[in-house]
């Protein structure tokens, strides 16, 4: 992956959840074994330095970095905006889980997943009334209360 798929690739990996918003605490840094880095997925060579990074999500195991990912992760933190609320009242937290739900139509998972690495109101350009009604209903199945408020919003805005 070159410098810039990667640091696209680690930006979307922080808005959807998976990698760390919150800063790291310590590092650690040792010869590799073959680790799998957790920012770009490939495997840190023997001859590579082996980042181990714990977070301030106590419930995160210490992320394995190479030295560079480390630095992009770094970064793209403190750049990428994680807007509390996205045009429409998602936390990315909630959309992570939306998207995780199977049984979820492909037009819907479509709308959750646009957003993904997009500043805008990208979702909300895309919303139909028919995809926001299944996610309301997947919301209070779910018990996401502000999820679904910010849904029933927008299902006015649609009509
Ligand atoms: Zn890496």
Known sequence: MDQESLRLFIRREIQNGRLPHDGTTRVWSSP????????CDATLAKDQLLLEAVTLDLGRRPLHLHVRCLQILD??????????TISSGFSYKDRAKLIDQEGLSSVAREALEFQGGERGSH????LTQQVAEELLAKCTELGLGVAAIA???ELKRLK
Do not use: M, Y
């Open 32 to 39: 590799s074994d073959g680790e799998t880095c957790d920012a």
């Open 75 to 84: 970064n793209e933190r403190r750049t990428t905006v994680i807007e509390p």
């Open 123 to 126: 979702f909300e350009a895309t």
């Open 151 to 153: 849904l029933r919003a």
